[in-house]
């Protein structure tokens, strides 16, 4: 009995115990980080490539070179940033436009989770420009 007692009141082996439980919380805690980071260069990339739309747009005026222009960008990010779609809507000016945006943002860690179809998060960003004449 006495030595029922002994290993009972002993503390070896609690720390790996302790460790073990932790890991998954610690692994689950990264994922949600590199997640919130793919978020964020995503809206970053996003932006820029609005941006550079806008930007040939009110260069040249001709929607196929700045979609050319912001694909390039959205396409170099990887396959996590899938475009969906731009509009150009005119301004309340004559020579004003509005460029709008939309991609998707994949999710990395879900499909590695579930093994079925790649959940997204839809974003739309927006630039407003003056084409120069």
Same mark, same amino acid.
């Given at each position: 009995m006495k030595w029922l007692n002994k290993i009972r009141k002993s503390e070896n082996g609690s720390a790996t115990i302790e460790f073990l439980?932790?890991?998954?919380?610690?692994?689950?805690?990264?994922?949600?980080i590199w997640q919130f980071?793919?978020?964020v260069n995503a809206v970053?990339?996003?932006?820029?490539?609005?941006? +550079? &739309?806008a930007e040939v747009y009110s260069v040249t005026k001709d929607l196929n070179d700045a979609r050319d222009a912001a694909k390039t960008i959205i396409d170099a990010t990887g396959d996590y940033l899938v475009f969906d779609s731009f509009t150009t809507e005119?301004? +309340? &000016?004559d020579k004003e436009f509005t460029a709008e945006l939309a991609v998707n943002i994949k999710l990395v860690f879900i499909p590695e989770l579930f093994r079925g179809s790649v959940p997204s998060i839809p974003y739309s960003a927006a630039a407003y420009g003056r084409v120069i004449e």
């Open positions: 439980g932790i890991v998954p919380l610690a692994l689950i805690f990264l994922m949600i980071i793919v978020g970053v990339v996003a932006k820029s490539a609005v941006n +550079e &739309y005119p301004g +309340e &000016y």
